[in-house]
């Protein structure tokens, strides 16, 4: 056994003779053997190289594809945040025109319990009203780094289009600007080249794209600190307006 080289079948049953050797494993992608090994060796491995490059330039193109849907994934839940915002804006102003309204009807209470104090309170200034909300509701302003993130994306949506999975074709051109190809650096072979300018395509397309999510993650942490910061503040509001409920309702018992 340890004279065989290691390409032999050592338990090959076919081999009935002790002097003679097993047959070497074959697979089908191997040169065939024989004069014109050495060219077919050379043909093989040329096709080896176009079918790797083939399959890098899929693979950076479905991660591509994956990145873009990241992306839209990324702006939909920015402008949910956004939506979100508005209404946490409007429940504040609801809260603040309920405790305007609560402020009067103290006033009220107070002049009905005194005659003086009805006297009192016509001399008193008017407490300053808000204007009432026109009809249609404002946008809500996000944070200005959330902002830009969401446009800076929605201008790539075309580009999504064109990158998708099913839409995509490996050999459909791609603009690549005419400094970064030079005979230099791409090989002769032009299937070859056209694969290596491919990759080159999808591997800046996907660094700039990570750019883009990387702004979107920190516009949406900027917006959602954003919010923490009316969430208290309404709370606080809230607390204050239960009370004053509270109190104007035992006022009103008392009369």
Known sequence: ????PKSY????????????RPSP???ARDPPDGPDAPMDRQQYLRQEVLRRAEATAASTSRSLSLMYESEKVGVASSEELVRQRGVLEHTEK??????QDLKTSQKHINSIKSVFGGFINYFKSKPVET????????????SSRLKEAINTSREQESKYQASHPNLRRLHDEDPIPTS?????????NSSLRAYHQKIDSNLDELSMGLGRLKNIALG?????EEQDDILDRLTT??????INIKSTEKKVRQL
Do not use: H, R
């Open 94 to 99: 609801m809260v603040d025109k309920m405790d």
């Open 1 to 4: 056994m340890s004279g065989y």
């Open 9 to 20: 079948n050592p338990f090959d049953d076919d081999v009935e003779d002790e002097n003679t």
């Open 237 to 242: 509001k809230v607390d204050k307006l239960d």
């Open 220 to 224: 949406m942490q900027t917006e959602i």
């Open 25 to 27: 494993w074959k697979d």
């Open 180 to 188: 970064a190809v030079t005979t230099d650096v791409y090989p002769k």
């Open 131 to 142: 204007p009432p909300e026109q009809n249609g509701s404002i946008a809500p302003q996000p």
